[in-house]
């Protein structure tokens, strides 16, 4: 069956050609933004943002003292109490968590995933006047 002259059902290749130009175009477009190479991923860090379930946080006990006194760490760091004093020390919230005694250069390793959030005071039961807060967020 020949459609009649003129039929608009009829594409000559003078009207397809720019459409193919077009399409090659399109085409190439995409595949060169496709296989281009992949820009490094940004990472924005802003200073002071740590991860803060990895960051070791560490209670000095030194010359009688707790150091540094009070401590913020987020429920789940793990807190390490160390004993870099010559007297036997410990830390101890009653009821709450306690290091026992640490002699010099002892330590004990708090895990706070087990303590709720809120604020604990704790002493050294050897020298009731040594005194620190540890602050779980
Ligand atoms: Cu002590």
Redesign the pocket.
Known sequence: MIAPAGSSRIISPMRTLPIIIVLIVVIAGVVWYQSRPAQAPTVSVSPGAVPAASEPKTVS?IS?SFVPATITVKKGDKVTFMNN?T????ATAAGKFDTGVLQKGQSYLLDTAALAAGTYSYL????PS?RGTLIVQ
């Open positions: 006990i009688f004093d007297a036997p020390h410990t050294c039961t050897l020298h040594m």
